[in-house]
């Protein structure tokens, strides 16, 4: 008996034990997205996520609601400012269509909210108030999609007014009479963007009602139009003052950029230009009243090159009581003269100062302008002599094929710098390479690692700094099979070979193929090197952290065939350079600009890659979209993009 009291008891806890393992295995299905739906029916609103439970209020059949599933019966929402719970079984997904428009600035006639979605018993996330000023990017269900304060809402579009567009004006520099604040859109109210100090010089682009559309210090946005004058067209002229009386010094042509400095009573400056009544003043690039400025005597003269056979002072006056500086000009030193004093005198330049130099004892000099020419010293031993005559110092003794850069000859002798020591060589010495000769100025994309040259010649040239692939640089002038350019401040020459003119960018079959991989739950765009069926035959090329589309406006997925390209996009009121269409109104393209100008990038949007930002295209970061743009085309790349996990 006993027996099977035991066997009995171990038969009824394996049975419980099973059952408890069952219910601990059994899972919960997934719970739905949240979703906008409707009903056929009056539905009612209840205080808790289950039947029976208090009840708070009806919903109207019809009535568009955002649903959160809590459990697999109920959903959170909210109607008419009565929240609670309502059964979600039979309501019918009810998403407003999109509608694209023009972008285009709004201001809210009333205080009224931002919803997280473009119905009424969504989330509120912000609280405008009257007047003011929003982006509008999109329409959808009686809803606008807006943009304020970095980010996304959506607003009823009943309680919207729409701004006027921007007449478009050619542009013009002018000033700000008083300091004013730049705002972000063209009415009073609108998000302050910085403050422009008095006497300040901006661009002015375009008007909008009584507000102007201007870009200061590369940040676009709105003053009002009473704030600004317009600065008088400069009249170039070149003539030489003296000082009469201490004269403040204005950064710009009007009596609102004056500042604490002033340039001293009985300095010898010259004018090269003149804007109402203010001069600006060459050697100091400043403007001071030209009533301060005493013209001198003079007469222009075709300009030469003289020298004198003694030491000659610089006078700072001429007349009876000549007045020394304290420049002295050497002798055989060549001095350019192109305007002749009373007096017996000439009004020349040296060592940065003017000055008059006696006339007497003066002899001329052959110039000729080789316009930057190169060569390399014949003989080993060749001198560079202090002045351009035979008797003169040597300052240094070269080697054979060293190379040489040539501005201008003095009879037999050009002018030379080496080492930073400036002396002349006799041209008999010299093996002349070539000129620098101007070209339409173009951007070049440098495909590969290369070096910034001293001389247009690699066999003969130094490096003067190494230049990275990946990067853009604008060529004016060449040499050659080089381009002279200048590079953060160092001018040399880069091999052409390791560059690509950006205006005949390779875009055929060149045998490569790339396959774009875009993963939006990471985030991440990888290049990878492909085969014909775009397969993935290696590492990644290029890793990208990007901003993908919001969830109002996500990005596609699928896989896709890159079309279109443009060096700068409009997406309104953003420029984004180096946009590849892949599908319609979708891009590949870089980070937001203020305009189409690489200098006027908007720092503050930088802080999206790596969020749900865009509308739907794929932005990413400057260097990264460069690299696609030079490679990727639609003969040599597909473009993957998944949900991911």
Known sequence: MKKNLLLLFLALFLTLSTLALCEEAAVEPPLPEPFIGSYTIDRAIRMDPWPNSEFVCTVPAESRLYLVPVNQDYAATSYEGNTGYIFYGDAALNEAAIEEVTPYFAVTTVTEYGYAQPVYSADITYAYPAKCALWVTQHTGGFALVEGDGESRF????????????AAITAQQVYLNEADVLLLAPVQGASVLTVIPMGSQVTWFATNGNYAAILYEEQAGYVNKSKLVTGIKETKQISIGLISQNAVIYTAPNKYAYTDRFVPMGTLVCVDAVSGNYSHIAELDVYISTDCVQKVNQAPLTPFYGYWNEDQPLYSQTGAKNIPSDVMLGKHTPIEISINAPNGYYLIKADGQWGYIQKEGMKTLKK????????TVAQKGTAV??????????LLSLEEDTPIWLDKTFENYAAVTIGGVQGYIDTKSLKLIGENKPVQTYEAYIFRDTALLNFPDKALG????????NGLIKISVTNGGYGYISLDGTKGYIPLEDTQDMRRLFTGDDGRRYLIFVDKSQYQLSVYPANEAYEKTGDALLTSTIAIGKRTTPTPTGVFDLGGRERWHYFGPSFSPFAIQYAPGRYLHGPLYYSSNENAVNKARLKDFGTMATGGCLRMPYEDILWIYCHCNENNTKLEIVNGQ
Do not use: C, G, H
């Open 385 to 394: 002599k202090q002045v351009p005559f035979e008797d003169s110092q040597t």
């Open 368 to 375: 000729t302008t080789l316009k930057n020419a190169q060569a």
């Open 462 to 469: 130094s490096p003067l700094q190494p230049i990275q692939s």
């Open 155 to 166: 607003v009823p579009l009943k309680s919207l007014a729409p701004i006027k567009r921007d």
